[in-house]
């Protein structure tokens, strides 16, 4: 019996880690074989890992998370079922930039959540003046609503453009190509909430 429990454990492990890769991998834009590329891990490792398969070791999540830009804890934090979870202003998650080229300064990200693995992602970006990431569009699976605090955003959903302001907010589904640009005279400022990635 405490075998049983303990595969169970382990396989649920494995399964949040499989997710938290490949939600962070397409939400920075990295197909498979150039987070393979970058991580040094065959591509076929790690697709086994997206699926929840294998074993890996610690080496091989760490080169992942550093691959990833993302901290180890993120990967292997069990804390992705807990339903109840207090996060302070001080203590929201720093992810990064939406996108890692752009190199735009003043492009922020905060989890405002407690972790990427939960059943619900909400998140804070703040977009510089002159954002865009129209080169790098974003699919995945999902959807996704923002709600803008603040600034002038025209937000890009397949074929469809959007046009939101403080206090409007947008609904969409992730599946389609869909990218962010501030076109607006200051900083904008979104609150995005997203459901998990499917299998």
Known sequence: MAKMIESDESNGRLGAIAVAV???RLRIGLTVEQLAQRSGISTGALSQLERGMGNPSLGTLSR??????????ELISMDSTKSTGLIRLEDRRDLGPLDEESGQAGHQRRLVTPSLLSPLQVIETVLPVGFSNYDRPFRRIGMECVV???????IHVGDESFDLQRGDALTYDCTRPHWWENVGNGQAVILGMATPMGP
């Open 22 to 24: 490949r939600e962070k």
């Open 64 to 73: 992942l998370a550093e691959a990833l830009s993302t901290p180890l804890e």
């Open 148 to 154: 803008v605090q603040s600034g002038e955003v025209r």
